[in-house]
């Protein structure tokens, strides 16, 4: 198939963008939209130009790196897809494909459709672990038994990948769902209750200083979750905030 | 040419079991005062960069974590699917320390050195139990404790998993230490740095050059001792199952550097990806190994149905039973789909050149779940109490429980083909996965360069001629958690009283100008050919040459076209842009770089072995029945290359390896 692809071009944080257009030809359906991508690419560095810069890595849908607003929907059409396994089929021959990069002050342009996620990084940073150190004296595994229940919620909560499509998705440019995902994941599990309070409090304090925004439950960032994380992790971390403001803090 | 000189593997005296407790209570300590004088660069945040920069800066030394990626989380261990092994034991099926290194010896071809192996054997339970202590939230049973699942080449239920995101979870939870680390400024993380080059002031590795790939500003960062573990090499193949951006630089580095590569041509060709569909595709999607603990393997028995299959004429579910060959089942009846990654992937080889391949190139099999979904929703069906279940009804309830182990893994099958592996059999083809070869090392996992460390799939040290599934993930984490935050002691006691390292000394200034001038030299080459062209090619001439079967001529001859690939590299590449910018591109062709000069030795290396074991099969080294002739005689050692200026010219070092613990025998899965 033959498309016409509309690309945010950047050249740097500070600099302007505009959007460029460009045509690119022989398209298969079995191409993932990367794979396009580097047709595009090759098609530019022979002609002289520069290509496009955006982040990818594993091309599986686990690394969270990919991260395209295509058509106006984070990671595309397709519902539970991330951009590299979006395949070129979802799309039909004369299309006009809009690609621009993530959009939220907290998550600035590098440049074309390369973001900084680092914001990401220190929410965890200031709290999103257990405090326990390898020594190779912890328990044996097996001694705290784990209700299975809690433990698939826990995974469940667990298999964010960390790409920022849901605040690529929200009005506010809230993060309410990837911190609570993981809020959610420790805090479901007896490992990680005993800093429950401590956690939410400065994760959530940490999520503010960065400059995501306030969630209004629309639930537009489930929907263009990837891994399908649910709303109810954010009813959950709500609830946990709740419990933490009661307990006095250190 | 060869030297016979004896490689110092450091192996501590005493029997088996006790060399590891005994090494760790002779090891020099560093007492907690004079870590907090000692600076550690670690550079890879995967499984085992996260857990070892984790565990150093725990102990109080000073370390600076480098990966090229934007997060330390999108390592490429992120990647891992099916599981990980320990010796827990928890399913009482006889597992034990010993059997796990013993499997792991013998899965291994007689190729790796013991001590080692039995180490980390007997670190793997600790694993499991740091990991649950972080949150990682394995898979479980109803009574709440642990769940287990087999993997290849063994006859135990030892592999903890978490679906099929268990490398997912693992470096998750490896991360969570690292962020706790840095949040308590014990680790200062440079993300998206690329280390360019290792340096060396007096013999010991003092630091590194590394490049912002934001800024592309070129930076030296000095340390008293440096850990490399940045992962597999598999990517010189061009198709493999890596990430994107795996690949050889830092380690090749360190090779230049006087780091001895290890058994080089190891690569581990995983049986069961996604067959690849067109010449645009840029990497290969495996299925998980968990699935052969369910799916079975299989092509038609008569030519002429594979060809109507390949015509689309006919389709996998109108093949009787009687017409299936599931070939593993019937070559290897006592270990059947669970055969060895490597002989599983030679057979299905064997089966698609014989002309009964499934897909329309020829080279695909059948993985098929359709005797799975029956078996579980007849016992579901059971467990339900529901007495003579329709068809329909099996169906349902088996689809649910196979879903339930694998659904994500069936998801990504149906993403990328577009066809339903719940109604039809996946078909799958072996792609490169892994390599076992990598940075030589000693006992405390150093190289030859004196404080220069290498662990996880970086080194060379356990898998011998081929990993066992779910054992990198083991590898990985004893490495970073449990056994290099003890042996860099050894090394760093001398340094207490060495003070910070200067990061102006000339042999920083001489090796960041090098750096430049390379970055500069690639940029000025104005040919017309963007970097992937030479890749692909390099990656061709490796799958066909020196992947799943190899001979003398192919890799004399190949040597010959990567040279020529090299300049004609030099002669018709163009690298756009500039050094002081975002430059991806620039990154590439820095990388491809070090990936031709690796897969000349690769090919030497290959030449070199004449004989077949694990991954490594030479044509001309078989027995009649086609399976791996091994030659212990003549090939019993490690493969440790010297660089002496040119890839082609290195000298070969051997580690002789004595076996005391596990008698040497012909592996055999019959
Ligand atoms: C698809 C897939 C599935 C797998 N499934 C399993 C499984 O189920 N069980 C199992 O045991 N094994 C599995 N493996 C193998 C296993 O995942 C890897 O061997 C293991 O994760 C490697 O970990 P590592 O820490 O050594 O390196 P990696 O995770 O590859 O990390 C390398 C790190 O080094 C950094 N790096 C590299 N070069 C540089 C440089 N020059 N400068 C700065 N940073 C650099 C990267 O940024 C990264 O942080 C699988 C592999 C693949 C490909
Ligand atoms: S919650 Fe979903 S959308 Fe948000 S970072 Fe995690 S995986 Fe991405
Ligand atoms: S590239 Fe890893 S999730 Fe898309």
């Known amino acids: 198939m033959n498309l016409t692809l509309k690309v945010w071009r950047q050249s740097g944080p500070d600099a302007e963008g505009r959007m460029e257009t460009y045509q690119v030809k022989d398209i298969s359906g079995d191409m993932s939209f990367l794979e396009m991508m580097d047709v595009l690419n090759a098609q530019l560095i022979e002609k002289g130009e520069e290509p496009v810069v955006f982040d990818h890595d594993c091309r599986e849908g686990i690394c969270g790196m990919c991260s395209m607003y295509i058509n106006g929907r984070p990671h595309g059409p397709k519902q539970h897809t991330t951009t590299c396994q979006l395949h070129m089929r979802s799309f039909k021959d004369g299309d006009t494909i809009h690609i621009e990069p993530w959009r939220a002050s907290a998550f600035p342009v590098i440049k074309d459709l390369m973001v900084d996620r680092s914001s990401f990084d220190r929410v965890i940073q200031a709290g999103g672990y257990i405090s326990v150190n390898t020594s190779g004296n912890t328990l044996d595994a097996n001694a705290i038994p784990v209700p299975k229940d809690d433990a698939d919620a826990a995974f469940d909560a667990a298999t964010c990948i960390g790409c920022g499509a849901c605040v690529a998705a929200c009005k506010n440019a809230s993060a309410m769902l990837f911190v609570s995902a993981k809020v959610s994941q420790l805090s479901l599990l007896p490992q990680g209750k005993v800093e429950a309070a401590e956690r939410v409090k400065n994760m959530v304090a940490q999520m503010d200083k960065e400059g995501f925004g306030n969630c209004t439950v629309t639930g537009a960032c489930e929907a263009e979750c990837p891994k399908g994380i649910s709303l109810e992790n954010i009813a959950r971390m709500n609830r946990e905030y709740l419990k933490a403001q009661l307990t006095p803090g250190k | ?670």
């Open chain 2, 1 to 670: 040419m060869t030297d016979m000189t004896k490689l110092d593997a450091k192996i501590p005296e005493g029997p088996i079991d006790k060399k590891w407790t005994k090494h760790k209570n002779n090891i020099n300590l560093v007492n907690p005062a004079n870590k907090r004088l000692i600076d550690v660069i670690v550079v890879g945040t995967g499984l085992a960069g996260s857990s070892a920069a984790a565990s150093l800066a725990e102990m109080g030394y000073n370390v600076k974590a480098f990966c090229f990626q934007d997060s330390p989380r999108r390592a490429h261990s992120i990647a891992a699917q099916g599981g990980i092994n320990a010796a827990k034991n928890y399913q009482n099926d006889g597992d034990s320390t010993y059997r796990l290194f013993y499997d792991t010896v013998k899965g291994g071809d007689y190729r790796s050195r013991e001590a080692n192996v039995h180490r980390l054997a007997e670190v793997s339970t600790n694993i499991i139990d740091q990991c649950v202590a972080q949150g990682v939230p394995f898979a479980r049973e109803y009574g709440g404790l642990l769940d287990n699942r087999s993997f290849g080449g063994v006859q135990v239920s030892r592999t903890f998993y978490a679906k099929g995101q268990t490398g997912q979870q693992l470096l998750l939870g490896a991360y969570s230490a690292l962020s706790r680390q840095i949040s308590k400024g014990k680790v200062k993380l440079y993300n998206r740095h690329e280390m360019m080059d290792l340096v060396i002031v007096d013999g010991k590795a003092r630091g590194i050059i590394a490049r912002n790939l934001i800024t592309g500003e070129i930076q030296r960062h000095s340390a008293h001792a440096v850990v490399l573990c940045t992962g597999g090499y598999g990517n010189v193949f061009y198709l493999s199952t890596n990430a994107m951006g795996s690949n050889v630089t830092a380690a090749w580095k360190a090779h230049r550097r006087g780091a001895f590569m290890a058994n080089p041509c190891f690569t581990q060709i995983h049986p069961t990806c996604i067959p690849v569909s067109g010449d645009y595709q840029s990497k290969l999607t495996l299925m998980s190994e968990s699935l052969r603990n369910d799916g079975r393997i299989w092509v038609p028995k008569k030519k002429e149905d594979a060809q109507a299959i390949r015509d689309g004429k006919l389709k996998p579910t109108q093949i009787k039973e009687e017409d299936r060959d599931y070939y593993l089942e019937r070559r290897y009846p006592a270990f059947g789909n669970l055969v060895p990654r490597d002989v599983a992937s030679r057979a299905a080889k064997e089966r698609c050149d014989a002309g009964f391949g499934v897909n329309k190139t020829g080279q695909a099999v059948y993985l098929d779940f359709a005797d799975a979904i029956t078996r579980y929703g007849k016992t579901e069906a059971r467990v339900q109490g529901i007495e003579n279940p329709s068809d329909a009804k099996v169906k349902e309830l088996g689809t649910k429980v196979v879903s339930a182990k694998y659904g994500n893994l069936f998801e990504m099958y149906e993403k990328i083909v577009d066809e339903n592996p719940y109604e039809t059999p996946m078909m799958i083809f072996p792609a490169v996965h892994y390599t076992m070869g990598g940075l030589w090392v000693d006992y405390n996992l150093m190289t030859t360069v004196p404080g220069c460390f290498a662990c996880g799939e970086a080194n060379f040290s356990d898998h011998g001629a081929n990993r066992l599934g779910a054992s990198a993930l083991m590898q990985g984490l004893a490495d970073g958690y449990f056994v290099l935050p003890y042996t860099i002691g050894g090394f760093l006691a001398d340094d207490i009283r060495t003070g910070p390292i200067a990061d102006d000394s000339p042999e920083f200034m001489k090796a960041e100008s090098e750096v430049k001038e390379r970055l500069e030299k690639l940029l000025s080459a104005k040919g017309t050919k963007p970097v992937d062209y030479f890749h692909r090619k390099l990656g061709l001439l490796m799958w066909d040459n020196c992947g799943m079967s190899r001979n003398a001529e192919n890799l004399k001859k190949t040597i010959e076209d990567i040279r020529a690939l090299r300049e004609e590299f030099w002669k018709d590449v163009r690298v756009p842009g500039k050094s002081g910018e975002t430059n991806p591109e620039l990154e590439k062709a820095n990388r491809v770089l070090d990936f031709l000069e690796l897969g000349e030795l690769m090919c030497k290396d290959a030449l070199d072995r004449e004989e077949s074991c694990g991954g490594h099969f030479r044509e001309e080294y078989q027995t009649e029945e086609g399976e791996a002739l091994r030659d212990d005689e003549n090939f019993k050692f490690v493969s440790a290359y010297e660089y002496t200026g040119d890839p082609g010219a290195a000298v070969l070092h051997k580690e002789e390896l004595v076996y005391e613990a596990i008698e040497v025998k012909t592996r055999s899965y019959k």
